[in-house]
């Protein structure tokens, strides 16, 4: 409809100004980096562009409602008519929103209820919105995980290598599990032995960022935390540290 058409032509003309401004600067901006480190292909960037707008265009939020025809911000349905109006069942946009699409193993767009209610899946009722992070990640604000309170150790105490007490040989072992990409290190040892210390320290020389979560007196650590810190670390290219609970022992079994 003309609604629909007129929001593509703003739509089109803001990713003009973007290509445009982009071509006029060599100042790598928030939004493109994340695009390119995400390897988004053009059709998921044009869906994350749509999530995204409301966020930094007070009048998509509403817009969107009055195509949708309901009391809700932007929709798979009208991203649809919008991106790929003669697709059926916008089977491309269900795809780049499905895991294995790094819009979802990302956390770059969220799903949430339709009108209806939470829903099974991504339906044409699903609703899609960029998580503040990743919001304030393309504004080039300071990134915050709310989600992570409690669990998140802020300003970790960061020591020279030679001060960790850490016995030499284990330094290359450990720098080589963390630039192994297929591989998910587990640092075990006693209390007290500087397994964290090591980590930190091999960051700081490596100059990567971490984001360290103290879960070992922690509740269950539940998938929707683990996505949350896992963007919080990708967003940051950071290394995850997480110091773990103890295993269970024979006499906590009885």
Known sequence: DAEAER??????????????????TRIALPLYTL????GLEPLAFDLFLLALAPEVDEGFQRVYPLISGAKRGLDLAT??????????AAASLRRALSPGGALYDLGLVELGPSDGGASAGCT????LSVPPSAVAHVLGHEVHEPGLRGLLVENPERLPRARTF??????????ALADDASALPLVEGPAGAGKRLLVRA???????????LDLSLAPAFDVGQAIVAARLAWLADAWI??????????????
């Open 7 to 24: 929001l593509a032509a703003r739509l089109a003309e803001r990713q003009q100004l973007l290509a445009r401004d982009r071509a006029a």
């Open 35 to 38: 695009a390119e480190r995400a």
């Open 202 to 212: 091999l960051a700081a020389e490596q100059g990567r960022r971490l984001v360290e």
């Open 166 to 175: 850490v016995p030499d040989e284990l330094w290359p072992h450990v720098a």
């Open 124 to 127: 044409m009722g699903t609703t």
């Open 79 to 88: 991203a649809a008519r919008i991106l790929v109006p003669a697709e059926p």
């Open 241 to 254: 540290l997480a110091a773990l609970p103890p295993p269970p022992t024979s006499s906590d079994e009885g």
